[in-house]
């Protein structure tokens, strides 16, 4: 299984990329959000691939972060969803804002989707609920892995604390980001 690609992007189209490592290309096929987000042809990307295997063909999904290959793993799960449904919903739908319409049971919002309708929108709903932390949860899940990362490097916990609430407050969400931005706040004391 091919559970992550590193290589020169050669070809960036709306239904597929092409990524050569190593003199192999492999095709891949990726959401429009994370199209618009890869550099211009030539350039190294990284991509985490889900490997889909059916008996007739065997395709590979390309995603700029665990979060949105975790996503649709989930999703494949879901009675009725396949692979081009999952990829429309990840096109449509970023990552965090997917988790509060499941969390918020809003059907509407979901049915938005090109190819997904109420009944699909409501069964996502209903199987997905409980398997998706809500984001009070994750923001709780990073704000503790900071935390804890800057307490091991030193820093007392309340100042810690004081330094990455307002490194958080700055709109940064990925545990990289907020520990670099928490640092800035530190050193600057």
Do not use: W
Not at 5 to 15: A, E, H, N, Q, V
């Amino acid at each position: 299984m091919i559970a992550s690609l590193r290589g020169i992007l050669l070809s960036k189209r709306p239904d597929q990329l092409i990524i050569d490592v190593n003199g192999v290309g492999y095709s891949v096929i990726v959401p429009v959000s994370t199209l618009s987000s890869l550099p211009e042809e030539n350039s190294e990307v990284f991509l985490f691939i889900y490997t889909h295997v059916r008996e007739d063909i065997l395709q590979l999904f390309g995603f700029r972060s665990e979060e949105d290959k975790r996503i649709f793993i989930t999703l494949l799960g879901v009675s009725g969803i396949g692979p081009k449904i999952a990829l429309n919903i990840l096109s449509t739908i970023p990552a965090d804002i997917f988790h509060s319409l499941v969390h918020n049971e809003d059907v509407d919002a979901l049915c938005r989707v090109p190819g997904l309708g109420k009944k699909t929108a409501q069964r996502i709903i209903l199987e997905l609920r409980e398997k998706l932390p809500a984001m009070k949860e994750r923001k709780d899940m990073l704000y503790e892995d900071t935390l804890s990362a800057l307490v091991n490097l030193g820093y007392k916990r309340n100042i810690a604390q004081d330094a990455l609430d307002r490194a958080y407050d700055s709109g940064v969400r990925d545990i990289e980001s907020l520990l670099r931005e928490a640092l800035k706040y530190l050193t600057k004391e």
